[in-house]
Nanobody, 119 residues
Framework: QVQLVESGGGLVQTGGSLRLSCAAS????????AGWYRQAPGKKRELVAE???????NYADFVNGRFTISRDNSKSTVYLQMNALRPEDTATYYC?????????????WGQGIQVTVSS
């Protein structure tokens, strides 16, 4: 099993920025798939951004150019840079990685990290 550790969340004012990180707990060969999702209270979990094997990136419509997803296989880490944050971005953010190790493949989820944007 591969554990994912998320960091970088917190409280920020409207218009501010945060960078979320999602790091795998062990060395990996590569990250095939990386996705950031979020869930606000009373709402369903929704996709924020994802990057696939061929580096094709997909963003939710609400991102509107404000967020950037990236991955660093050498550091076994995926990032979500969030700029121009709005109160409606307040949610728990989760990373989901499709990981290849030397001897196996895993689909892992992070524990979730809170992002709160004050108005």
């Amino acid at each position: 099993q591969v554990q994912l550790v998320e960091s970088g969340g917190g409280l920020v004012q409207t218009g501010g920025s945060l960078r979320l990180s999602c790091a795998a707990s062990r060395n990996i060969v590569r990250i095939n798939y990386a996705g950031w999702y979020r869930q606000a209270p009373g709402k369903k979990r929704e996709l924020v951004a994802e990057i696939g094997t061929t580096d094709k990136i997909n963003y939710a419509d609400f991102v509107n150019g404000r967020f950037t997803i990236s991955r660093d296989n050498s550091k076994s880490t995926v990032y979500l840079q969030m700029n121009a944050l709005r109160p409606e971005d307040t949610a728990t953010y989760y990373c989901n990685l499709g990981i290849i190790t030397v001897d196996d493949a895993f689909d892992s989820w992070g524990q979730g990290i809170q992002v709160t944007v004050s108005s």
